[in-house]
């Protein structure tokens, strides 16, 4: 008996929810079926029930869940004396699925014995906003934080050994950048930015317009002068021990780029915001 079971169209290439429910079983009633959905979770929150799956038969109990994944043949139903509650949901997508395949159950079909009380509350929230999801609400994107958040708790909970291929931008500008904001306090200049990376200042340049869209010495004098309001508004500090501590040996030529870059001075950039 279906206390609930929502069905959604597929709207997204890396996450769909594509259904979800909640059964109360009924003895001598339950499902024979080739899965046609990609991915299809279940967790029985009340009473017993038996899954089948690959030619394996598990006897599941509150607290344990299965997984149905297409193609695969599948028998499930609620045991005589004591029949399951489950909630479900139903996932598609490409990246969903591969988060997914993180976790133990995709291999295994089931896990039992286990704490799944985190799982719970997801599947349980999930199927509560499905129930008021709408075109004039936002439903749809706590569902989908949610749908994440799920796979992300299975992986961490029952994992799994896989490997992934994580893009990461050239790591020269990574380094360059991660060296400008450790030492901006310091009298360095863009060559010293260029021979810690050990490139040529003139790569350097390349790279800085190409991911951050503006020179090394724009973004060093970006930082500095971050820091420099910051010290600015937040501290008594004079001009001179300021422009000392963001890198500037000469308070004249900070005051200057300072003026410069914020189309005001110092001194009146600190009485119009100082929280002092």
Known sequence: MQLLWKKFQKKHIDANLIECGIEIGVPN??????????????????????????????????????????????????????PWTYYWLGMSGKQIINYLNRCQIIDNYVIVNKDTSDIK???????????????????????????????????ELFPKTFSTEIEIIN??????????????NNNIMVVDVA??????????????????????????????????????????LMICEIALKVGYKDPLLFSKIFTKHFEISASKYRINFSNK
């Open 171 to 184: 790591e020269d500008i990574q380094h360059a950048v991660d060296f400008i904001n450790t030492n901006y």
């Open 121 to 155: 509350k997801i599947i349980q929230t999930v199927c509560e906003l499905s129930k008021t999801i709408g075109s004039q609400n936002a439903s749809d994107i706590l569902i989908m934080q949610n749908l994440y958040h799920l796979v992300y708790k299975l992986q």
């Open 195 to 236: 021979n810690h990376v050990n490139i040529t200042r003139s790569h350097l340049f390349k790279l800085f317009k190409k991911n951050l869209n503006c020179s090394p010495k724009d973004y060093l004098t970006y930082i500095r002068m971050y820091h420099a309001s910051q010290l600015l508004i937040n501290t008594n």
């Open 29 to 82: 009633v339950g499902y024979r079926y080739t899965v046609i959905k990609d991915a299809v979770l279940h967790i029985v929150t009340e009473g017993e029930g038996t899954f089948k799956c690959s030619g394996i038969e598990h006897k599941l109990k509150k607290g344990d869940m299965f997984l149905l994944k297409k193609d695969e043949a599948v028998e499930y139903y609620p045991s005589f004396s004591k």
